[in-house]
């Protein structure tokens, strides 16, 4: 049974404070739609709100907030199938307001990569997960996210390659 805790005001506001921007950056790689990023994000919080379960330590937070995110991100892809995506160029706007010009410059090329590697590119380099981790988040085993690795870091570097090649 999971041991209880009530969170307070404090306890919210800095856990808000430690990990929105990390939360939105992996919640708008894979949804690529700044509003339903924001509204995962925001709806990620309200669950740790209700869920008073307590943490063993903050990477135990850490890692159960983006689980959650990432569920939550999943459940939105099909809806993307019937409605239309942000272009890249929109990104652009959106990831001045979160980011410095090296993460928008990454944001812009992750966003090119399909949402399998894209998701599991931010949590490896930009997160620093590691594969079992991403793994585990992801509820995929091992051998796929190192498949979704290789496969990401092949399509980045064929667009570097096309882009340096002009």
């Known amino acids: 049974m999971d041991e209880r805790s009530v969170r307070t005001d404090e306890d919210i ?8 921007d990390m ?13 339903d990023a924001e509204d995962v994000v925001q709806e990620t919080f309200i669950g740790y709100y209700q869920n008073n379960r307590s943490f063993d330590s903050d990477e135990h937070k850490k890692a159960w907030l983006i689980t959650v995110a990432v569920n939550k991100c999943k459940n939105l892809i099909g809806f993307f199938k019937r409605h239309d995506h942000i272009s890249i160029d929109d990104i652009q706007e ?3 307001v979160c980011c410095d010009d090296e993460e928008r410059g990454l ?3 992750l966003m090119k990569l399909p949402p399998k590697q894209r998701i599991v590119i931010e949590l490896y380099y930009v997160e620093e997960y590691k594969i079992k981790e991403i793994a585990d988040m992801l509820a995929v085993k091992e051998p796929a996210v190192k498949m979704r690795l290789q496969k990401g870091r092949s399509i980045l570097k064929e667009i570097y390659r096309e882009e340096y090649a002009t």
Do not use: D, Q, V, W
Not at 13 to 20: F, K, M, N
Not at 23 to 35: A, G
């Open 13 to 20: 506001e800095e856990t808000i404070h430690s990990y929105a």
């Open 23 to 35: 939360l939105y950056r992996i919640c708008i790689t894979m949804l690529k739609n700044p509003h």
């Open 94 to 96: 959106f990831a001045g």
């Open 107 to 109: 944001l812009e090329e």
